[in-house]
């Protein structure tokens, strides 16, 4: 198993384009999430899918989309990027089949991304 | 919103030394969750405590749940250069909201040689 794939490792966009972050796990996992993770803040959630078809928004969600069309992938779209986009961003999975709030949550290794 | 306050921010002690890093909230949560970060990796989870006063011990590392579910400590006994990262601690509830954590800001911690 590879568990949670995350591509590109680095990305530098300018001010305004556009780009998607894949991200995609064989665990069979029903709960999928993305996170950003900027210096000293801990993880802020974006945007997350109990299941393919269905996703909701976290925390942090403007400025993103998704879309969650199989299981396995979940990727994440930024449409106009802005500098205050700049960060690392963290995919996870969660089997979701027992009590939630006890599961564990897999992570990918993570995207950085610089909008210059 | 509930937040998690970790104490203390960085860390940064010798081989062979103890520590305790510190989780606190205001909110009750119905478990808490301990993961560990490496540089330019994702967290990995550590341990889950849901039980009040829940003790859970992890090699060197001793995991405890406060008795009201409002903060939890990890303690590190004769820490090793292995140990160093980045730890998070989050929270989870059984209600509203259930599919999602909410995480603390970590405790950088670096143990020297």
């Known amino acids: 198993n590879a568990g949670v794939t995350q591509t590109p490792k680095f990305r530098i966009l300018k001010i305004g384009q556009s780009m998607t972050l894949q991200c995609t796990q064989d665990m069979n996992h029903n709960y999928m999430y993305w996170y950003r993770q900027d210096p000293g803040m801990g993880l802020k959630l974006i945007y997350y899918s109990v299941g393919a078809g269905i996703t909701d928004k976290g925390e942090v969600p403007n400025g993103y989309n998704v879309s969650r069309s199989t299981t396995e992938d979940f990727p994440l779209r930024l449409e106009l990027a802005a500098p205050s986009q700049t960060s690392v961003y963290f995919c996870?999975?969660?089997?979701?089949?027992?009590?939630?709030?006890?599961?564990?949550?897999?992570f990918g290794p993570g995207t950085r991304l610089t909008v210059l | 919103t509930q937040l998690l306050e970790q104490s203390p921010q960085f860390l940064s002690i010798q081989e062979g030394e103890n520590l305790t890093v510190y989780c606190n909230s205001s909110?009750?949560?119905?478990?808490l969750q301990w993961y560990r970060q490496e540089p330019g990796e994702g967290p990995v989870l550590l341990v889950t405590v849901v039980t009040g006063g829940e003790v859970k011990k992890l090699k060197r590392l001793t995991f405890q749940f406060g008795d009201a579910r409002k903060d939890s400590s990890l303690h590190i006994t004769a820490a090793q250069p292995g140990d160093t990262g980045l730890y998070l601690c989050?929270?989870?509830?059984?209600?509203?909201?259930?599919?999602?954590?909410?995480f603390g800001k970590g405790t950088k911690l670096s143990v020297i040689p």
């Open positions: 989050a929270g989870g509830n059984s209600g509203a909201g259930s599919y999602q954590l909410t």
């Open positions: 909110s009750v949560f119905s478990s």
């Open positions: 996870a999975s969660q089997e979701g089949r027992t009590l939630r709030w006890t599961d564990t949550q897999y």
